[in-house]
């Protein structure tokens, strides 16, 4: 029961970690006002606390975008006044570490949903990852364009960020960072069936959809302790980003750009945090 307890509190925030992206400053998307509290019920574990609680509308631009959330709300204060605040950049690794990192994702069925500010897939029981002696679920991925970390200053043009928790309510996310290149036919399943415009949790008839192959063959990974990208960006989440790129064609990239804008945080000062390079 007290796991049960933790996941409830641990959708709500990865609800909010979807509705983060509720602000896409991008004119692509007529967002419907008034409805973040569905997807705080649909994810998941279905009794999540009513997300959003019609807090304020931020965006990625604008007077509501990033340099503002802090002041949006008194719930939002760690955007402005945190000192482990994610993105980072990832140029200035000065350590390296061992660290295993094992990623056990499992084919099952795909659930989507637009949550106004970013397109994400809800994920069934059964896919975990391993972090050192840590254990944690995998429950959603979702998308940003360009990518929030940055490597010597400079974005990709597409990041995945799955979402993990672990028994007790810890936040995990490994960022999956990609290149244009070759494309990556497991990515058409999301694509194809991602709506264009804000919309709770779908399940897709008749496909399956695999993780893992989103990832690079090669999970060695930067660390680092940061905080959701987006509103109330809380901390103690647990980062890690594959210092391997996967791939993506332009289409697609640009397809799933089509549909959620910039969405993508600036990257937030280190405030001496250790950033450390992984070894293959
Ligand atoms: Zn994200």
Redesign the pocket.
């Known amino acids: 029961m007290k796991t049960r307890a933790a996941l409830a509190a641990l959708c709500a925030t990865v609800a909010l970690?979807a509705l983060a992206g509720a602000g896409l400053g991008a004119p692509h998307r007529p967002v419907r006002a008034g409805q973040p509290e569905r997807y705080g019920q649909s994810h998941g574990a279905g009794d999540a606390a009513p997300v959003g609680h019609g807090g304020p509308h931020w965006t990625y631009d604008g007077a509501a975008g990033p340099e503002h959330w802090g002041e949006m709300s008194e719930d939002f204060a760690a955007c402005a006044k945190g000192h482990m605040q994610s993105p980072v950049d990832l140029g200035g690794a000065e350590s390296a570490g061992r660290l295993a990192v094992r990623a056990a994702y499992r084919p099952g069925g795909l659930t989507v949903l637009n949550n106004g500010h970013t397109v994400q897939v809800n994920f069934p029981e059964g896919s975990q990852l391993a972090s050192g002696i840590a254990r944690y679920k995998l429950v959603q991925m979702?998308f940003?364009t360009p990518s929030?970390e940055t490597v010597y200053g400079i974005p990709y043009p597409m990041v995945v960020?799955f979402v993990h928790v672990d028994a007790n309510g810890n936040l995990a996310v490994l960022a999956v960072l990609f290149e244009e290149g070759a494309h990556n036919p497991e990515l058409d399943k999301v694509i194809r069936a991602a709506p264009r415009w804000e919309q709770g949790p779908t399940p897709v008839a008749g496909v399956t959809f695999d993780p893992a192959r989103l990832l690079p063959d090669n999970l060695a990974v930067w660390r680092y302790e940061g905080s959701l990208?987006t509103p109330p960006c809380t901390e103690g989440v647990r980062w890690h980003v594959a210092e391997h790129r996967v791939t993506a064609s332009a289409g697609q990239i640009a397809a799933i750009h089509a549909i959620i804008g910039d969405n993508a945080r600036p990257t937030q000062p280190l405030h001496g945090r250790l950033l450390v390079a992984g070894s293959d």
């Open positions: 970690i979702h940003h929030e960020h990208t």
